[in-house]
């Protein structure tokens, strides 16, 4: 089983600490170095056991490890990669957990061809998480049976993408490898889409008539109570992916609006029927 001597996580939110716990509990790291700007975030993380020393300067988190994992929002994963890469030993590995990669890949692929530093950095992105935010909600097995998505460009040598990969995967996570563009496409269908839609669906939901919601409407608007700055970024991040799906989405709608319109029931029944056996063929 790999194991590194230290694993610096930048950024212990949710996602930052989860990898962190994983990593402790399965002994799979030394030392988990974490990196942060709020005291009292970096505290709740060592408090947890998710890391084994913090620090606010980034400089001297990244400096000894081999491998560092950035888990800001997605707006300053480029930044921090960047910052990390510059100041990382060489030989280190760097990957991300974002929910956007096309931009980020690009930026960073850009920055790092400048750079005479000898670091790689191959993108990925969890997929796994929770409206919950903060390194309170972390969980060791947050990774466990998920889907993680490697992301790796025509500059990331196999070397990297086979660590990186190797790291999800003793998380306990099932790798999938795509391309950056594929990636943001996909996700915008399943993920991105999905909760534009809860948030609006929260939103034009007259507040005189919340005392009634039960386990549907809760269900269905769950994931509207995610950080709604962080969901900003994300979707501005992948606004093209984003609206291609909502032009799916939209003829759909249409489709269920005229069927009442015009009471086409069995139109109707078609709609629902084919809407349940999608979500069916996932048996869960």
Known sequence: MQRWDSVTIVGVGLIGASIGLALRERELAKTVVGVGRRAATLRTARQR????????????????????????????????????????????IITDAGSTKFEIVQTVDAGLKKSSHQVAFVGSHPMAGSEKTGPAYAQADLFE???????PSKHS?????????????????????????????????????????ASALAAATPAEELSLASTGWLDTTRIAGGDPDLWRQILFENRSGVLKSLDKFEKVLIAFRQALERDQQEKLLQLLEAGKQRRDSLGN
């Open 145 to 151: 049976g998920r889907v993680a998505v490697v992301t």
């Open 157 to 197: 040598s196999c070397e990297a993408v086979e660590h990186v990969e190797r790291f999800w995967e003793l998380l306990g996570s099932k790798v999938v490898r795509m391309s950056p563009k594929d990636h943001d496409r996909s996700v915008a269908a399943i993920s991105h889409m999905p909760h534009l839609v």
């Open 49 to 92: 056991g998710a890391v084994t020393s913090t620090t606010t300067d980034l400089t001297r988190g990244v400096r000894d490890s081999q491998l560092i994992v950035v888990c800001t929002p997605v707006e300053s994963i480029a930044r921090f990669v960047l910052e990390a890469a510059a100041s990382c030993s060489a030989g280190s």
